[in-house]
């Protein structure tokens, strides 16, 4: 480590995606200024962090409390399995306000070429939560929201082959256009896709 | 503070300039992801940080021992000083490697309209180390490398009216089209001090 202090936190800044070496030194000039407890309020929460977070025994989801806010809301529709490849994928739907379902982030998608297979994701404690007779033996849909990605459709339909034969509803989030988008400018695959996923108006 | 230790850090994070409320999450992800050394020294440098870092006695750069290594190097010449606004400038001269002298960091520039005057900035401690009789006696120029705006042109003038009198002499780093600019698109400012500042070639 560097003796210097403003050249050691720099270089730890630097190391934070998306930050290069001149942020860094923003950054770090900017913790310097900033009241004191900015400075230790966010030693805390880094060292928490890894102490307080865990996986939720139920759905995966990284949490500080087992199970999760959102496995434990009575209010959250138990019949409904909205299945995510990560963490920030789960923010991004519950950003929504669209699902009122449960969770299960799976931690990855299928990927032979990387060495990732169903045994490397969260997928037994899919089935498990799906086949057993715990508090989600009332699930009656499994909602596979995994990236349009080749990773995420063989995902998709790798859960789709396990899941149907219980008599489970499977269903995959809607591709198309995004919203504001031109159809111009749009890619094959995406506007092939926005064509075939046609609904009735 | 909220319980969430994900959301507490990426609050935490958004409040750093630049970082919005979603790159804020992803590094918070980052942190999570990366081996718990990282967010243990992450840590450790916020703390110390604080603790260490002080005004430099002779130039007021930012240091964890004082004097800090500039004005503690023999092989700095201390005949010439330059004079900046803040830490982040001095460290940009220090990147050229053109400049060998030490430096005065005065912490801010004139501005009377948001009541910052010659007592707001480290001036005195600038006019102290010329008209001293420390180890700075030896000063032979004053390079004022103030920013090239209102703030930082009144900085110069009012040093410039200080320090000439007693002898020494008082340069300004040049003003004109930065390297690899097009002129037909500089603004009039710029080429007219690129033109009064023109040199023989």
Do not use: W
Not at 19 to 48: C, H, I, M, N
Not at 72 to 92: F, Y
Not at 96 to 123: N, W
């Amino acid at each position: 480590m560097t003796v210097d202090p403003i050249a050691r936190l720099t270089l730890l800044f630097a190391r934070l995606p998306g930050v290069g070496e001149k942020t860094a030194q923003r950054l770090a000039f900017y913790v310097l200024k900033s009241p004191a407890e900015y400075a230790s309020d966010l030693a805390q929460a880094l060292l928490l962090l890894r102490q307080e977070v865990r996986l939720c025994s139920q759905c995966c989801n990284l949490t500080a409390q087992d199970p999760c806010a959102i496995c434990k809301d009575p209010l959250r529709d138990a019949r409904m399995i909205c299945v995510v490849e990560s963490v920030p994928d789960l923010l991004a739907v519950e950003r929504t306000r669209e699902f009122r379902g449960r969770y299960h982030v799976l931690h990855g998608a299928l990927s032979p070429l990387d060495g990732i297979g169903p045994d490397q994701i969260k997928l037994k404690e899919l089935l498990a939560r799906l086949h057993g007779t715990g508090p989600d033996e009332s699930v009656q849909e499994v909602i596979i929201a995994t990236d349009p990605t080749v990773e995420g459709e063989a995902t998709a339909l790798y859960i789709t082959r396990l899941v149907k034969p219980h008599g489970i509803r499977v269903t995959r989030i809607a591709q198309g256009l995004p919203s504001g988008a031109d159809l111009e400018y749009a890619d094959q695959i995406t506007l092939s896709r926005a064509i075939s996923g046609r609904r009735e108006l």
